[in-house]
């Protein structure tokens, strides 16, 4: 029972962050695996996986309820999202993720600084008509899709970056596509995790509540502080996620 209050409340802590700023696994995935250091890592990634996508879910609602993103838009990315995030959980098996574990910070780098030396995502100037943002869109989050499937580290900045930097979006309203996307990969690795039986399902009822009503206070902060805020705290975690994949990665 203490274990499972300790995993709430960080679970609602990684609700708060990852409705904010993206990175809510960056707490959770290292808590499960300190509290249960014995069990299966599926068995508590499956897990993870349940409680995030309340949180991420919640949150997304949110944002959308405020910021109302074109439905044109979000289908195709939701969409692309889940089915690239399928093929890359498939291909997992058959392609060897450790050069794309030695690259990613690399590339995360990359992207911290040219988001940083910009004004990007403080100005909402969307670059593409309405079906030719659609396209866009899409085809960045089935990259990202297939990405998160396949290997996983950073792929909300991703999609968040997606809006940010290619389709010129602030971040308070890259916020809401960025979530779905997110959702939708999540789904499809879910299904493979239920599929094998890889779910503590108490653990990850209690987290998910938990996680969700985290969601719900980092939105509503996010949504009041406004894009400045928000790109603060999304260059934190970019920098945060640097760190921890080139721990990973060479360490």
């Known amino acids: 029972m203490i274990e499972f209050l300790e995993l709430a409340l960080t679970a609602f802590g990684a609700g708060l962050v990852d409705a904010v700023m993206g990175g809510g ?22 897990t993870n996986k349940i409680a995030s996508l309340a949180g991420t879910a919640g949150a997304a609602v949110q944002y959308a309820r405020t910021t109302r993103p074109r439905g044109t838009t979000i289908a195709p990315v939701v969409a692309a999202a889940f089915v690239a995030s399928a093929l890359g959980a ?9 050069p794309l574990r ?29 079906h030719h943002e659609a396209m866009v869109a899409a085809s960045g989050a089935g ?19 997606i809006f940010v930097r290619t389709l010129g979006f602030d971040f308070r309203n890259a916020a809401a596509p960025a979530k779905f996307a997110n959702v939708a990969s999540n789904l499809a ?7 094998n039986g890889m779910v503590i399902w108490q653990l990850a009822i209690v987290m998910a509540v938990a996680n969700f009503l985290g969601g719900q206070v980092g939105s509503r902060i996010a949504l009041r502080y ?26």
């Open 25 to 46: 696994g960056l707490l959770q995935v290292p808590a499960l695996f300190t509290v249960y250091p014995t069990l299966a890592p599926a068995l508590l990634l499956g």
């Open 90 to 98: 498939l291909a997992l098996s058959h392609v060897p993720s450790e």
């Open 189 to 195: 690795a879910i299904g493979v995790f239920v599929a």
């Open 226 to 251: 406004g894009n400045r805020f928000m790109r603060w705290a999304f260059l934190a975690v970019v920098a945060l996620l640097i760190v921890k994949t080139f721990h990973d990665a060479y360490a």
């Open 102 to 130: 030695k690259a990613l910070p690399f590339v995360l780098l990359v992207l911290w600084v040219y988001t940083a030396w910009s004004d990007a995502g403080l100005a909402h100037e969307p670059r593409f008509a309405r």
């Open 143 to 161: 990259a990202v899709g297939f990405y998160d499937g396949f290997f996983g580290p950073g792929a909300g900045a991703f999609y968040k970056l």
